[in-house]
């Protein structure tokens, strides 16, 4: 059974901050990538940031510069820093990892997390 438990979301003003955390954990050898998705109500889910398979991170543009993503492999954890917060980054983020479990290369997604900003 693998677990990603993703944490942080919460209510923040514009111009504030929050930090995002999702930990995987159960049976599985390695984590091949890792990233952050979020979804808008009446919206597609979309990319915020993902790490890639050589270790670098892609950022989409409304973030660039705002967002920070970093991992803490001995702990298998995934940040995401997120300053100046605007409303129009008001959420659900959810965490995806691609994780090698011996019998294959899966998929796996977190429950999500709501993350508000107010104007």
């Known amino acids: 059974q693998v677990q990603l438990v993703e944490s942080g979301g919460g209510l923040v003003q514009a111009g504030g901050s929050l930090k995002l955390s999702c930990a995987a954990s159960?049976?599985?050898?390695?984590?091949?990538?890792m990233g952050w998705y979020r979804q808008a109500p009446g919206k597609q889910r979309e990319l915020v940031a993902t790490f890639t398979s050589g270790g670098t991170i892609n950022y989409a543009d409304s973030v660039k510069g705002r967002f920070t993503c970093s991992r803490d492999n001995a702990k298998n954890t995934m940040y995401l820093q997120m300053n100046s917060l605007k409303p129009d980054d008001s959420a659900i983020y959810y965490c995806?990892?691609?994780?090698?479990?011996?019998?294959?290369?899966?998929?796996?997604w977190g429950q999500g997390t709501q993350v508000t900003v107010s104007a």
């Open positions: 995806k990892a691609v994780l090698n479990t011996r019998v294959a290369i899966l998929d796996y």
């Open positions: 159960g049976t599985f050898s390695s984590i091949v990538t």
